[in-house]
């Protein structure tokens, strides 16, 4: 394993957008990054709600992070052996992530980035909880999150959505940061709440589910036009107000989750969520086409009355270029072709990982951002990209998803850790892409 280092500027990914604070939240993505030739590591308290009947126990209210200590192993120590089944892994480094990442009352921390907090780590430990069969945190991570992220105004909730980030606000005094949501967390909040009600049987589950669906409908998806001149309903990344100017809306493929929708009109046929499967995937090909090797991309923008979409003008420090965001595409629609058999999911990855594939046989690596021509940005990888194309490549090329796992991932797998024990994207990403999807199957129908 090589010397531990960051890419030379030192500092996250930057991604801003002057009109919205939720837009950097990117930003606060320290993914871990492989290097080319070894590996380069890449409360003013918010009033809290009382405590919800549908959870046991109930957690504790929220409080600082606690002083943990630091796990981090030296690259001398051997990699997980062999014989080390996957179910094993994926149960260690839970167990691993529980103790390293979430608090007693349910708090998932960011150690990278001041111990922040945001929703999209509670949606993430809620997602993993209910696919590993972890009630308890399950509901300690739900707990917290409505107790502690509620958008309020003069002390009333305005919906059910999540204010997207939390921590330090002064010195002393933690809280709600930024009070905007960002879809992508509620979006896999709903989708763990709907699969928990199912495999505990759990109705007060399904319920705050049900509530949540009508408030990300009403806030965050919009109406516009396909290319060809059809209705169409999108989602929104946040907020209209901060991802649409006039008739352009400023969109994240990554976000766009088929699978969960379907789960959503299963439960919530008074909306459109089907409409919303045929739009993502409208979508998703229509950026994809933006790249001359057929790559999803972080963000595009897409104009609501003709239908067409088109990179973020230059200069802009978020891009439309793949990189961390858009690995997730690759794991979002493959989980709608291992829970739905969707024929269009299949159809994608086929198409859309050809460059991929060819990358990795001519050099064995994958840059961690590669532009709209197919060139890399930077000469460094990402760990968080190879887990999440572990997911789409199983699926279409199991052999080299194989050699990705044989030759990246499990490599640097270690103590319940994928590189190290405060890389938190990192942990994530690559548990949900070596988490089967159809260990779901039986859930996935009311």
């Not at 059910?160 to 909040?189: P, R």
């Not at 499967?277 to 972080?298: C, G, H, W």
């Not at 997730?328 to 058999?341: K, L, N």
Request: net charge positive.
């Amino acid at each position: 394993m090589g010397t531990l280092l960051r890419p030379k500027n030192g500092s996250q990914e930057q991604l801003m957008k002057p009109s919205s604070n939720l837009f950097i939240k990117l930003s606060w993505r320290f993914p871990a990054l492989v290097g080319i030739t070894g590996l380069m590591i890449g409360l003013k308290n918010c009033q809290a709600m009382p405590p919800l009947s549908l959870l046991s126990p109930a957690s504790p209210p929220a409080s600082p992070p606690a002083p943990v200590l630091s796990t981090h192993v030296t690259p001398s120590i051997a990699a997980t052996p062999p014989s080390v089944s996957d179910r094993q892994i994926l149960q260690q480094s839970w167990t691993a992530y529980q103790q390293r990442f979430i608090q007693a009352d349910g708090r998932v921390i960011d150690r990278e980035r001041k111990d922040l907090s945001t929703s999209e780590g509670q949606a993430y430990a809620m997602l993993r909880a209910v696919m590993i069969g972890d009630r308890a945190t399950f509901d300690r991570a739900l707990q917290w999150a409505e107790n502690n992220l509620k958008r309020q105004v003069n002390g009333k909730p305005t919906d059910s959505l999540w204010a997207w980030k939390w921590g330090q606000i002064d010195q002393g005094k933690w809280g709600i940061i930024d009070a905007n949501f960002a879809s992508d967390a509620d979006v896999d909040a709903v989708t763990a709440l709907i699969l928990a009600s199912r495999r505990w049987k759990h109705s007060p589950y399904l319920k705050l589910a049900r509530t949540k669906l009508k408030d990300l409908w009403t806030y965050s998806t919009i109406q516009g036009r396909d290319p060809l001149g059809k209705d169409r309903r999108y989602l929104l990344p946040g907020p209209a107000a901060s991802f649409v100017n006039q008739q352009t809306a400023q969109l994240n493929p990554s976000y766009l989750a088929p699978a969960s929708f379907r789960l959503f009109a299963q439960v919530d046929p008074q909306r459109d969520w089907l409409g919303l499967v045929d739009s993502s995937y409208q979508l998703l090909e229509q950026a994809t086409a933006l790249s001359t090797v057929a790559l999803p991309n972080d963000w595009i923008l897409l104009d609501l009355i003709s239908g067409q979409v088109q990179p973020l003008p230059a200069p802009n420090p978020t891009g439309s270029e793949y990189a961390f965001d858009a690995y997730r595409v690759w794991w979002r629609i493959a989980t709608d072709a291992e829970w739905f058999g969707e024929p269009r999911a299949t159809a994608y990855l086929n198409r859309h990982l050809q460059y991929i594939q060819q990358l990795w046989q001519l050099q064995r690596s994958i840059p961690a951002r590669i532009n709209l021509q197919g060139q890399p940005l930077v000469n460094y990888e990402a760990l968080s990209q190879y887990g999440l194309l572990y997911a789409g490549l199983r699926l279409v090329n199991p052999a080299m998803a194989q050699q990705i796992k044989q030759q990246k991932i499990m490599p640097n797998y270690r103590n319940g850790f994928w590189d190290n024990d405060s890389a938190y994207y990192t942990q994530n990403m690559v548990w949900l892409g070596l988490m089967p999807a159809s260990s779901m199957t039986p859930f996935l129908k009311p």
